[in-house]
């Protein structure tokens, strides 16, 4: 079952955009251990904090990611970022409906 881990993670001051490149930095290694959707947004209304969703094939291949060498150097280097004012939510997707709209798309474009 797909497992969704959606969050914020504040920053200290000044330090927002820091964590933004470290948490954008291209990683094909995230995609080959079962991440579908790595996305970091902000909110000027929340000038210190950084939002994060993330979907993955299951809650297993995310806690698994955590233990990549190049998931642990992230961590690491943004640790020193964070003032530790964070907050989330993790759940399992029961369903969607884009999905099902782009199995349809993608069915009606083979069947033509």
């Given amino acids: 079952m797909t497992f969704a881990n959606v969050g914020r993670l504040g920053t200290k001051p000044g330090t927002r955009q820091q ?5 954008t930095r291209t990683s094909g290694e995230m995609a080959d251990h079962g991440c579908l959707l790595y996305e970091v947004g902000l909110n000027d209304e929340d000038p210190d904090a950084v939002f994060v969703s993330e979907l993955w094939e299951s809650a297993e291949a995310h806690a698994a990611s955590l233990e990549l ?3 642990r150097a992230a961590i690491a280097e943004a640790r020193p970022l964070l003032s530790g004012d964070m907050g989330g939510y ?18 009606a474009t083979r069947g033509h």
């Fill in 69 to 71: 060498d190049s998931v």
């Fill in 90 to 107: 993790r759940f399992d997707v029961v369903g969607s409906p884009l999905r099902r709209l782009a199995a349809d798309r993608a069915t």
């Fill in 19 to 23: 964590l933004i490149e470290i948490l």
